[in-house]
């Protein structure tokens, strides 16, 4: 169909043989055989999408995935659901969210502001808030919604905003599960009667027979319109109060994992401090009076390490301090103090005395804060708004079903009455394959949830249905899983149209795909996380979501909540099977750690379908649930126990998104089985470990220190305003510039595992000497021998690269700076440590590290 008609406003297509357009008239000729002359104001001649070849060479080519996908019905007949479905769509309008996916140009015009302040009558926080907002106000939006961050709640907000706007809403998914859990928290708040859960011939059919045309009691819900805009007013009114509280709850979340961390990494530097000779603190050296102030004197300290005169010293610090009005009043102290301790200890006691200062000025701010929120009655409040919220929803549906009864509908009617069915049940659910077959029609809104499972070919049917669309899912999570056969026939079909590599089936989701085409579309990640232990999700979100999260749960279990089996070494594994991981997990963790087996509570996890056979043939006869990690996307239980079943860890079982989903399981509890051999290779499950050896405070198997990350950041970020005037992180401009290179480098996402802390001492970083010679030894204990920068794993703390910037004049060859490289270089070979050296008269610096930081990520996810 080439064009669709529509006179005055109405439809006519099906019944309009011809028309021809004269002046500012259209003559017309009906299929009766009939013809009329009607004015060019009242006719609208509407052409198809398909008519731009762009569009109809997507559209053939989706057709033909359809039929190459051969999605059966689950009656058993031969009907291939998506390609029928494909085959009945005639027409697509130019401004439809199907054609801009079609196209791959969507300019997104924001839609009419709300018209009201949005209700939130199932909750919400700043993130949800903000994501509910922008659906409401775009033709197409994603949510992102990592593990835990209450996509469920969010998508209900949307469904009662558009509801009350007397809008239709389908929200789908490509399991049944994702759906019901919206449908059981509709029917938790009494309002279920909006929705109709279909999708497959069951679940119509069990709709069918449980309709009941008599409506729930509603005139309790009943508001006069000047009750109705006093509680928007008052909504309105707390709404500011709220966001503020809420703000302050989210940095007070973060708070309490900084203190965490600091208080980790002390311990860490107060086992490295044990290793410096002890010196009396007494006397002259005053702590200082805040940590901001420990790091002033650290700096001043560290700044000029280039004299070997305490007389040099002194003079520096006496006039930049004088000209920075800090301490001139302790200038005859700073005598005695250099006179009495060495250039080291001072520095190690400021260093021991930032902790201890910062972890008590947070905790006075944590303070603060709670008491601020139990003076707000943050719970209480939350409360009020949302029943607030929920008032005027109900109301709203009051004054919908005023008439309290509604048609029984047949299953034949959900075609051929689907306009009244929809206005009856405005909030529709289903799968994602069955939503067109279930009702013709478009939406006002298509939810999909779970989108990063929902495949190319049934994302754009579901396009297809939108006049909005929202996308909520995570890429981080798995995919949908594209088998061997079906990724050769679609590929075969690719090649075949010219098209973008954001359409190619085997490699993109419906998510994916549309993120490709879309960059600049209106994205909103949900932040705040609900679900898991602070340790164990705060894995996930250094690993996978660079530290966006705000984690809202408290440490509540007295379980140890990261916990690691090491099985001996050796080739337990065969056939994806590992009996030694299963007799570990029955005979030591299940007694050792009194799990209940006999209740829900527990989920054993394994990438493999080999090793889930053995294990839920162990647990036959439980409560314990054991599955592969694809099956358990989407479900939680308190305790996870991960069997990793490999020798030797594959590409398979070491996949980010699969140990991501793996991981965000666990709510109290995670035990990690592994082969010994497995913590030693750099992997993504090797990084787990060394995450979970570290905040247990077990020293892993290493003979380098981690990196104190807080500490030298909080650092960097005072030299950085120490020298702020002149731009630069160092005296010298070189070191400035490499600086900018390494930390521009590390926030492309390939290299988002690492960080970057600068003049790190080699006294830090080397924790065993025994394989130094005595020079090489001398050299290291030097507290003053530095690295420039020192690039490490985000999750481990472990060093990665050492990046020395050298200066042409100072580091020419023979000179004493060289034979100091040469040594440097040596020590950094011995202990596995790669360092790569720009000189200030080189160039392409930026290409250079980013070779060798893949070098280190290779074989990485």
Not at 398 to 409: G, T
Not at 569 to 574: D, K, L, Q, S, V
């Amino acid at each position: 169909m080439d064009y669709k008609i529509y006179l005055k406003g109405e439809d006519k297509t099906d019944s309009v043989k011809h028309y021809q357009h004269i002046g500012n008239k259209y003559d017309i000729t009906f299929t009766n055989g009939k013809s009329y002359t009607y004015s060019e104001d009242n006719v609208q001649i509407v052409e198809s999408a398909l008519n731009v070849k762009r569009n109809n060479d997507c559209f053939e080519y989706i057709k033909s995935l359809s039929s190459a996908i051969e999605l059966k019905t689950d009656s058993g007949e031969i009907i291939n659901i998506l390609e029928n479905s494909f085959k009945s769509i005639k027409f697509i309008e130019k401004d439809s969210i199907f054609c801009a996916f079609l196209s791959g140009n969507f300019l997104d015009k924001p839609a009419d502001d709300v018209g009201y302040s949005p209700v939130y009558p199932f909750g919400f926080n700043v993130s949800q808030k903000k994501a509910v907002e922008r659906a409401l106000t775009s033709k197409l939006s994603v949510i992102e919604g990592p593990p835990g961050t209450g996509k469920t709640q969010t998508i209900l907000n949307i469904i009662a905003n558009a509801v009350m706007r007397g809008e239709s809403v389908a929200v789908v998914s490509n399991t049944n599960s994702a759906t019901e859990n919206v449908f059981e928290k509709l029917k938790k708040y009494n309002v279920d009667f909006i929705a109709a859960p279909l999708g497959n011939k069951t679940n119509k059919e069990n709709f069918i027979k449980s309709q009941r045309s008599t409506l729930p009691d509603m005139s309790d819900w009943k508001l006069t319109s000047e009750k109705f805009c006093d509680l928007q007013q008052l909504l309105q009114a707390r709404h500011g109060e709220l966001q503020t509280k809420l703000e302050l709850k989210n940095e007070l979340s973060v708070l309490k994992y900084e203190v965490s961390e600091y208080e980790v990494e002390q311990k860490y530097f107060l086992q490295f401090l044990a290793n410096i000779r002890s010196f009396d603190e007494s006397g002259v050296l005053e702590k200082p009076k805040s940590s901001e102030e420990a790091l002033e004197m650290w700096l001043l300290c560290d700044t000029y390490i280039g004299s070997d005169s305490n007389k040099g010293i002194f003079l520096f610090i006496k006039n930049i301090l004088e000209k920075m009005g800090i301490i001139n009043r302790k200038e005859r102290k700073i005598r005695e103090l250099l006179k009495r301790y060495s250039r080291e200890q001072l520095i190690v006691m400021y260093q021991r005395w930032f902790y201890e200062l910062k972890i008590t000025e947070i905790k006075y701010r944590i303070s603060n804060i709670t008491n601020e929120l139990n003076d707000f009655d943050f719970e209480s409040k939350m409360k009020e708004y949302s029943d607030i919220s929920l008032s005027l929803f109900r109301s709203k549906l009051a004054e919908k079903y005023a008439d309290k009864k509604r048609k029984i509908y047949a299953l034949k009617d959900l075609r051929s009455d689907s306009e009244r069915f929809i206005s009856d049940y405005p909030v529709i659910l289903s799968t994602t394959y069955s939503l067109r077959s279930s009702l013709p029609g478009t939406y006002d809104y298509v939810i999909v949830d779970e989108s990063s499972q929902v495949d190319l070919c049934t994302g754009a049917l579901i396009l297809s249905c939108a006049k909005s669309a929202v996308i909520v899912g995570d890429l981080k999570q798995l995919p949908n899983v594209v088998d061997t056969n079906t990724a050769v026939k679609t590929d075969a079909i690719f090649e075949k149209f010219d098209l973008p590599e954001s359409y190619r089936y085997k490699n993109h989701s419906l998510l994916s795909s549309i993120i490709e085409l879309f960059p600049n579309i209106t994205k909103t990640l949900l932040r705040e996380h609900y679900r898991c232990h602070p340790k164990i999700i705060e894995f996930c979100n250094k690993k996978f979501y660079d530290d966006q999260l705000i984690i809202l749960t408290e440490e509540k279990s007295e379980r140890t909540p990261l916990v690691v089996y090491k099985t001996v070494e050796g080739n337990h594994a065969r056939n994806h099977i590992n009996q030694r991981q299963v007799d570990v997990i029955m005979d030591e963790i299940i007694p050792k750690h009194n799990l209940n087996v006999n209740d829900d509570s527990i989920g054993v996890v394994t990438p493999y379908r080999n090793q889930t056979s053995v294990l839920k043939n162990a647990f036959k006869g439980t409560g314990v649930k054991a599955d592969t990690v694809d099956k358990f996307q989407g479900q939680e239980k308190d305790t996870i126990i991960i069997s990793t079943v490999d020798n030797e860890i594959t590409d398979f079982a070491d996949n980010v998104n699969r140990l991501n989903v793996a991981v965000s399981r666990a709510i109290n509890q995670l035990i990690v089985v592994v082969n010994a051999k497995a913590t030693k290779v750099d992997s993504n499950i090797g990084d787990l470990i060394k995450y979970i050896d570290y905040n247990n405070f077990s020293i892993f198997d290493s003979e380098v220190y981690s990196v104190f990350d807080y500490l030298y950041k909080s650092y960097a970020e005072k030299r950085l305003k120490f020298l702020e005037k002149r731009k630069r992180i160092s005296e010298y401009d070189s070191e400035n510039l490499m600086y900018a290179v390494i930390t521009d480098v590390i926030t492309e996402k390939q290299f988002s595992r690492f960080d970057v802390a600068v003049h790190i001492p080699l006294r830090m970083i080397i924790r065993d000497t025994d394989k130094l010679s005595a020079k090489e030894k001398q050299y290291v204990e030097n507290f003053f021998t530095h690295v420039d920068f020192l690039i490490f794993d985000k999750i481990s703390k472990l060093p990665c690269l050492v990046v020395e910037v050298d200066g042409v004049s100072f580091h020419t060859a023979g000179s004493k700076q060289a034979h100091r490289d040469e040594i440097k270089n040596n020590i950094f070979e011995k202990y596995g440590i790669p360092l790569i050296r720009f000189r200030t008269d080189g160039s392409n610096e930026r290409d250079k590290l980013m070779v060798v930081l893949r070098s280190i990520t290779d074989g990485r996810g």
